[in-house]
Nanobody, 124 residues
Framework: QVQLVESGGGSVQAGGSLRLSCAASGRAFSTYTMGWFRQAPGKEREFVGAIRWDGSNSYYTDSVKGRFTISRDNARNTVYLQMNNLSPEDTAVYYC?????????????????WGQGTQVTVSS
């Protein structure tokens, strides 16, 4: 079983950057595909991006491609979401999620483990 804790959220002006971290406890983190999701007020939770358990592949929703990058450090049991050129439309609570050996998926229902979320607010 894995417990996930996000950090790094905050407030930033449009065009700025933030890096979110998600620290995992428990064993076998290196077998977990890790995803990032976000939920804005009044909207459904949406997929942001994910990285394969071995870091060999990552994929993103179209709205963040070229601006957001997911990376992971399996030695530190941590996954990161680097967010650049932020816009007010990126304002949301950001969640990391994980599950073992997930193939390419954007579906939140496929992830069994979730963090508590961290707020990102981007002002214009």
């Amino acid at each position: 079983q894995v417990q996930l804790v996000e950090s790094g959220g905050g407030s930033v002006q449009a065009g700025g950057s933030l890096r979110l971290s998600c620290a995992a406890s428990g064993r076998a983190f290196s077998t977990y595909t890790m995803g990032w999701f976000r939920q804005a007020p009044g909207k459904e939770r949406e997929f942001v991006g994910a990285i394969r358990w071995d870091g060999s592949n990552s994929y993103y929703t179209d709205s963040v491609k070229g601006r957001f990058t997911i990376s992971r450090d399996n030695a530190r049991n941590t996954v990161y979401l680097q967010m650049n050129n932020l816009s007010p439309e990126d304002t949301a609570v950001y969640y990391c999620a994980g599950d073992q050996y997930l193939r390419t998926t954007t579906s939140a229902a496929r992830y069994g483990y979730w963090g508590q979320g961290t707020q990102v607010t981007v002002s214009s």
